[in-house]
């Protein structure tokens, strides 16, 4: 297992970790940052440099990667509760097309565009349910593990989340800016 060999000191068991984790934690760390990439590679540095230092205490119950995920996740909010955040137009570069034609890109890229800003205007609690759910599609019972609440808890802000969502999308002036 990657763990054992990293607990027994061995390098490219680490690089293999970082390699196999890094995109999907970067990408979770530019969603939840508003879109600020140089703070989502440095809150992801801090991650994985948190992983080094605990890696000894680190268990082996349940999913590494959920492991990991909880790390990203507290990491992000120590991070909100130090400071007060500048909201930053999502990049949409990490949202990959594959054979869509021109056209259908910039329309994908126009809707995603508009789906990162109403996401940027809900509450945390429910932004960081709804990125969890949708773009790193984790089921509900392990979004509720990662951010230890309970299942019923992290469904409910999945939902009222998206009820927010819907509200937002439909508004024509919304819509326009």
Known sequence: MLIRKIKSGDPEAWEELVHTYYHQIYSYCVRRC???????????????LKVIENIESYKFSGK????????TINTCNNHYNKKKLTQYEFDESLIHVDSQTITMSIITQESNKQIQLALNTLPAIQREALILKYYHDFKVKTIAKITGTSVPTSQSRINQGLKKLRKLLDREEFMNE
């Open 34 to 48: 508003l879109g600020d990439r140089v703070l989502a590679a440095d809150l992801t540095q801090d991650i994985f």
């Open 64 to 71: 590494f990667f959920n492991y990991l995920f909880t790390i």
